[in-house]
């Protein structure tokens, strides 16, 4: 069974880079047609998914965070990166990833995130 | 971009009771393109329904999603002590944006 774990800095200071790394275990990050994306959520608020890769390379971002967002993939690690630039208060928040899934059933696209990681807090703080 | 309004921000409820949560769409939504899901305080969000109509793996028959276009619900149709939580939905728009709705928090009565 597919299992997702972030890690990273839990406390970044205003105007840095926030980097976080998911592992995916119990199966290859390269098998079936899945992107891997990131995901995040204030405290006590709603959830802004942030962006996807596929295991080619290929990615699609939020567009209110495109200008300061990058998302990779390293398949030999079976990780997916997440780096978000220039940090300040407001990217304060809990960080998932997920596994997104899509298929095809023959006549239609099917798109549902269906393993999270539990998710990892990070502080942007002086 | 596509924006998802979810109705009741809150609905309290007995267990036992039938729940019916709303997502609404600011414009048409392949009913393929929409997933609901349930979070509990300090965990991940759980898939609940796909394709608008179609349960995960593991999710109890209590749980039944339908709707087309720009109207969706969520129903739990006798709910039990652990259906209380948070519950999102979510649509896969072109480019593509991913969105989801801002929650309705299901409280018991």
């Known amino acids: 069974q597919v299992q997702l774990q972030e890690s990273g800095p839990g406390l970044v200071k205003p105007s840095q880079t926030l980097s976080l790394t998911c592992t995916v275990s119990g199966g290859s990050i390269s098998s079936g047609s899945y992107y891997w994306s990131w995901i995040r959520q204030p405290a006590g608020k709603g959830l802004e998914w942030i962006g996807r890769?596929?295991?080619?390379?290929?990615?699609n971002y939020n567009p209110s965070l495109k200008s300061r967002v990058t998302i990779s993939v390293d398949t030999s690690k079976n990780q997916f990166s997440l780096k978000l630039s220039s940090v300040t208060a407001a990217d304060t928040a809990v960080y998932y990833c997920?596994?997104?899934?899509?298929?095809?059933?023959?006549?239609?696209?099917?798109?549902?995130?269906?393993?999270w990681g539990k998710g990892t807090t990070v502080t942007v703080s002086s | 971009e596509i924006v998802l309004t979810q109705s009741p921000g809150t609905l309290s409820l007995s267990p036992g009771e039938r729940a019916t949560l709303s997502c609404r769409a600011s414009q048409s939504v392949s009913s393929s393109y929409l997933a609901w899901y349930q979070q509990k305080p300090g965990q991940a969000p759980r898939l609940l329904i796909y394709?608008?109509?179609s349960r995960a793996t593991g999710i109890p028959d209590r749980f039944s999603g339908s709707g087309s276009g720009t109207d969706f619900t969520l129903t739990i149709s006798r709910l039990e002590p652990e259906d209380f939580a948070v519950y999102y939905c979510q649509q896969y728009g072109s480019s593509p944006r991913i969105t989801f709705g801002q929650g309705t928090r299901l409280e018991i009565k």
């Open positions: 890769i596929y295991t080619s390379g290929s990615t």
């Open positions: 394709g608008a109509s």
């Open positions: 997920a596994r997104d899934h899509e298929w095809l059933d023959g006549v239609y696209y099917y798109y549902y995130m269906d393993v």
